[in-house]
C-alpha cells in the first residue's frame, strides 16, 4: 500500500503550514489510499491525486472546504468518500472504473455547487442515455465530460429521462391464483 501523505505538500510538518494549505498536489505517486492526516488540513479547497491507483475516497470527512478534485486515471469504484464535500464545484474523475450510472448520480446530486463534472473513459460512461441521464439529475452543470452544457440537451433530458426511469422500472410480478378471490368465492 502506499499512502498519499498531505505533510509532502508544505515546506515544513508543523500544524501552522498544515492550516494555511489550501492547494494539495499528490498526483502521479502510484498512491493506494489516502493518509488519515488529511484532517490536520482543513483549509484544502483543491485535491490533485491524478494519475496514482486510488480506489476510494476515505479521510475526508473533516475536509468539507474542497471544491475542486482532480482524480482523473486512478482505480475508482466509488465516490461515496466525498461526501462531506459540500461545496464541491469540480470534479474531474475521467479514467477510472465507476460502474452503475444510477448509483454514481445518487452521490453527484448532493453537490448542489457542482458544475464541472468529467467521468469519461468510466465503464458508467458506456451506460444507455449516459449525458441525457447525468444532465437531468445535474442540471446546474456548465461543462460535462470536457463539453458545455447546451439549454437544448438540458430541454431534451428533461423530456426523455422521466420516461426512460418508468420504463426501466420492473414491472409488477402477476399472480395466476389470486388467493384472496377463491376463498370468498366458495
Known sequence: EIVLDPW???????????????????????????????????????????????????????????????????CLVSLTGLHALKFLRTLLAAGNQLRNLQKQIDVLCKFAFLTKLDLSGNPCSEEPDYRLRVLYHLPQLELHDRQAVKDSELTQANLVVPNLDEVSKPKPQWDPKPQGLLKNMS
Open 8 to 74: 509532502t505538500c508544505v515546506p515544513k510538518k508543523n500544524e501552522k503550514y498544515a492550516k494555511e494549505a489550501v492547494e494539495l498536489k499528490m498526483n502521479n505517486r502510484a498512491g493506494t489510499s489516502l493518509s488519515p492526516d488529511f484532517k490536520r488540513f482543513p483549509n484544502v479547497e483543491v485535491l490533485w491525486v491524478n494519475n496514482n491507483r486510488l480506489q476510494s475516497f476515505t479521510h475526508l470527512d473533516t475536509n468539507f472546504r474542497i471544491q475542486h478534485v482532480y482524480v482523473q486515471d486512478n
